[in-house]
C-alpha cells in the first residue's frame, strides 16, 4: 500500500502536469471579506483553467449571502472540493451548505460538520428548517451523497467518524496535503460533466514509495485589508473596541487634552462602528452603552461615587449582554464578557478617580492649607477649568458671574472634594446662586478683600 506525504504551506510539488491547484483557506465567520475570498477564488481557478479548487474550511456560521457561493461552486467548471479541517475544525449553518454543495468532501479526524440551520446567524428567519432540509436533500443528490444522511445535518452536529461512516462526506483525511492526494483518481460531476483528476504521483521505490501532489499548489488567504475588516467583523472583538474605546475618551477628556488615549479611543469606536455595520446590533443597546460611559464620567466629575456610578454599572452589564440580536452564537463568549466588563468598571471606576486625584492633587499641600492660596489658571475657568497652585494643578471652578481667562490669577475660597473654588486673584462678583449656597455655611464677609 502506497504512503502519502504529509503537505503544508506554498509548494510547487512534483512534475507540474498540469495547470496548478488552488486551496483556499477560510476561517472564522461566512462575512463580506470571507464570501468575496471564495467567489473571487472561484473565479480565478476557472479563468486559469485549474486542475483543482480545495476550500479548507473552519466556521461556525454565515453572516453573508453564503448562497451565491453555492452558487458559483454549481456553475464551476473546475473541480471544487471542502475539506474541513484541521482537527478540531467545523462547519455550520451557511458553511455547512456550502460544504455539502461541494463536489467532493472531507473532513478532519476530531472536526464535525452541523447542524445547517440556521444558514445565517444575523438574521435566523432567513431560511426556515424545512427549506434548509430540501436544500440540503438536493444538494447531496447532486453530489452522490445520500439524501437521507444529508438531512441529519439539518438540526444535528455530526462528528468526523459518524459522517464517514454513513456516507455524509467522501473521507476523513488529516491534512490538506492528504486531501489533494486522495482526489487523485476520482471523477467528479461539475457544470462541464464529469471530469477524472490527476493530482498525486508517486515517488521513491519499495518501502520508501508515497505519493504527493504533481502540480503546483498555491494557496489563497484574505489580504491584509481583508484580514483587517474580517477582525474588527468579529463580534468579541467589535464589542471589545467599543467599550474601551468609549474609555478612553472618556479617561482623555479627564485629562483636559486630546492625546493619545483620545486618537486611539476614537480609532477603536470607528472600528467598533463597522464591525457593528456587518452585524445585528441593536441601536438602544449601543446607546446603553454609551449611557454608561457618561453615567461614569458624572461621579467622576463630581469626585466621588454615587447614583450615576450605579446607573453606569447597570447600563453596561444591560448594554453588553443584549448588544447582538440574530442567533446566540453571535454573542461574546461568556469569559469574555466577564472580562470586558470586570475591566471597564474597574477602569471607570476606580482607575479614572484614582487618576483625577493624582493629577489634580499634590501630597504636600493639604486641604485646609489651600484656603487663600494665590495660583493661576491654566486653562479658562468659566465656570470649570484647570488651575496651577503651588506647582500643582487642580479641577476648578468659578461661579458664572466671574468668569476667569487662562494666565490670570486666582485665589482659593472653598474646596469641595477634590475640586477648588476659585474667584479673580482681585475678587469677583458673586451671583444669586453664589451667595444663597454660601448662606448655608454661615455667615461671610461681603467683600473680597475682607476674605
Known amino acids: 500500500m502506497l504512503g502519502v506525504i504529509g503537505f503544508a504551506g506554498t509548494a510547487n510539488a512534483g512534475n507540474n502536469e498540469g495547470p496548478g491547484i488552488q486551496v483556499v483557506q477560510v476561517k472564522g465567520l461566512l462575512d463580506a471579506p470571507n464570501v468575496s475570498l471564495l467567489r473571487d477564488t472561484i473565479k480565478q481557478a476557472n479563468e486559469k483553467q485549474r486542475t483543482a479548487l480545495i476550500v479548507q474550511l473552519d466556521s461556525r456560521g454565515a453572516i453573508a449571502d453564503v448562497l451565491s457561493v453555492v452558487r458559483a461552486i454549481n456553475r464551476s467548471h473546475v473541480p471544487i472540493a471542502v475539506w474541513v479541517g484541521p482537527s478540531g475544525a467545523e462547519a455550520k449553518g451557511g458553511a455547512a451548505l456550502l460544504a ?27 431560511q426556515s428548517i424545512a427549506r434548509v432540509r430540501a436544500e ?48 487523485d483518481g476520482k471523477t467528479l460531476e461539475t457544470a462541464d460533466g464529469e471530469q477524472e483528476l490527476s493530482t498525486a504521483t508517486v ?41 474601551i474605546g468609549l474609555a478612553l475618551i472618556v479617561f482623555e477628556f479627564f485629562a483636559a487634552s486630546v492625546g493619545f488615549a483620545a486618537a486611539v479611543g476614537a480609532i477603536s469606536v470607528i472600528g467598533a462602528l463597522y464591525g457593528f455595520s456587518h452585524l445585528p ?38 448594554g453588553s449582554f443584549a448588544l447582538y440580536g440574530g442567533s446566540s452564537d453571535l454573542h461574546p463568549a461568556w ?4 472580562l470586558v466588563l470586570g475591566t471597564a468598571i474597574v477602569f471607570f471606576v476606580f482607575a479614572i478617580p484614582s487618576f483625577i486625584r493624582a493629577r489634580f492633587s499634590t501630597p504636600t499641600v493639604g486641604r485646609e492649607g489651600m484656603l487663600g492660596e494665590i495660583g493661576t489658571a491654566e486653562v479658562d475657568v468659566a465656570p ?68
Open 384 to 451: 470649570d477649568g484647570v488651575v496651577l497652585i503651588r506647582d500643582a494643578r487642580w479641577r476648578a471652578r468659578t461661579n458664572r458671574a466671574t468668569p476667569i481667562n487662562a494666565g490670570d490669577g486666582v485665589r482659593v475660597i472653598a474646596i469641595e472634594g477634590v475640586v477648588l473654588e476659585v474667584e479673580p486673584e482681585a475678587g469677583g462678583a458673586r451671583d444669586y446662586r453664589e451667595r444663597g449656597r454660601r448662606k448655608k455655611g454661615g455667615a461671610e464677609p461681603d467683600t473680597p478683600d475682607e476674605a
Open 281 to 318: 446590533v441593536r441601536s438602544w443597546a449601543v446607546a446603553l452603552l454609551v449611557l454608561s460611559a457618561f453615567g461614569f464620567a458624572v461621579d467622576a466629575q463630581a469626585g466621588g461615587l454615587g447614583f450615576w456610578t450605579g446607573v453606569g454599572v447597570i447600563t453596561l452589564v444591560a
Open 100 to 126: 455539502e454543495a461541494a463536489h467532493a468532501l472531507f473532513i478532519a479526524n476530531g472536526s464535525t460538520i452541523g447542524p445547517a440551520y440556521p444558514v445565517r446567524l444575523d438574521d435566523t428567519a432567513t
Open 335 to 338: 469569559w469574555a464578557l466577564v
Open 203 to 243: 515517488i521513491g521505490k519499495g518501502r520508501d514509495r508515497r505519493r504527493q501532489p504533481n502540480q503546483e499548489v498555491v494557496f489563497a488567504t484574505l489580504g491584509l485589508g481583508g484580514q483587517v475588516q474580517h477582525s474588527l467583523i468579529n463580534p468579541s472583538i467589535a464589542y471589545f473596541l467599543f467599550v
Open 136 to 183: 440540503l436533500v438536493v444538494t447531496a443528490g447532486a453530489r452522490g451523497r445520500g439524501a437521507e444522511v444529508a438531512q441529519r445535518i439539518t438540526t444535528s452536529e455530526v462528528t468526523a467518524k459518524a459522517a464517514t461512516r454513513v456516507g455524509l462526506v467522501d473521507g476523513s483525511r488529516p491534512t490538506v496535503g492528504e486531501t489533494i492526494v486522495k482526489l
